[in-house]
């Protein structure tokens, strides 16, 4: 069931790359500067261009097919590692990606700029391991930002570590107490801990300021089928389901809970 959390970020890319532009270009580090001969610095300049242009458009073919003749020609830099993983990600290619970001955090000014991305990516690509490590790395290069500390914590809760994320949670809670995912990473802690009053406190809370969150009906549902209280519980995933029809786990808990309502006839 751990594996299984909906990503509730998808990471997007573009106001960081933009920000990444302009501080390259401030650093003497866009692409065409140095000691390349002028004809080939229009030429790469021409192609950077075009794969800018192609990522825009939705045109993926092109952008990747552009992003490695780049790389290729300049592995180093920062700029187009992170505009090639920008490319990898939209094309669904994670573990590329992974090692173009890890590549970047090596190059670039700003190694955090590619965070929490370098994790989500090997938790796509099906690498546990390598996406707690990241998560981890990500979290000791700022461990003051919060997006970086709830995806640590969520990453020791998915590994069982549940002491270590609560600890996690609680300092991110500290820092930012509406942060309403932190909140629910510690209610889940609580939840597997079985100390049920404690998730039920937060999940209410949450429920309280926003009825529709489906991350809180999910677990809502979770505490009331542990209670014993499978009608509550359907009922709870049904209206999630009429709110949020992609959301796969909460498909497959009401499937879980309807066969045991079944089974205790």
């Not at 490319?87 to 890890?102: D, H, M, N, P, S």
């Not at 090997?122 to 700022?142: M, P, T, V």
């Amino acid at each position: 069931m751990l594996s299984s959390i909906r990503q509730t970020k998808n990471f997007d890319f573009t106001i960081s790359f933009l920000l990444l532009i302009v501080y390259c270009w401030a650093l003497g580090f866009f692409p065409g500067r140095g000691k390349r001969d002028g004809k080939n610095s229009e030429e790469l300049r021409a192609v950077w261009e075009k794969s800018q242009q192609a990522l825009l458009a939705g045109n993926l073919e092109v952008a990747e097919e552009t992003s490695r003749i780049l790389i290729k020609a300049i592995p180093g830099s920062a700029q187009y590692l992170f505009h090639f993983a920008s490319v990898l990600q939209k094309r669904g290619k994670f573990l590329e990606e992974a090692e173009a970001l890890e590549k970047f955090m090596v190059a670039a000014p700003i190694p955090e700029e590619g965070c929490p991305a370098l994790g989500i990516a090997y938790e796509k690509a099906g690498d546990i391991k390598g996406s707690f490590q990241a998560h981890e790395k990500c979290y000791k290069l700022s461990p003051r930002t919060f997006d970086f500390i709830f995806y640590f914590a969520r990453a020791k809760e998915q590994s069982g570590d549940f002491e270590g994320a609560q600890a996690l949670y609680r300092k991110g809670l500290q820092r930012a107490p509406e942060y309403t995912d932190i909140s629910l990473g510690l209610a889940r802690t609580f939840f597997f801990q079985r100390e049920l009053a404690q998730a039920e406190k937060i999940v209410a809370k949450v429920l309280r300021k926003n009825s529709n969150n489906a991350d809180a009906l999910v677990l809502h549902a979770q505490l009331l089928r542990a209670r014993g209280s499978l009608q509550e519980a359907m009922k709870v995933l049904k209206r999630g389901i009429a709110l949020s029809p992609k959301y796969v786990e909460m498909q497959r808990l009401l499937s879980s809970i309807e066969k045991e309502t079944s089974e205790r006839k």
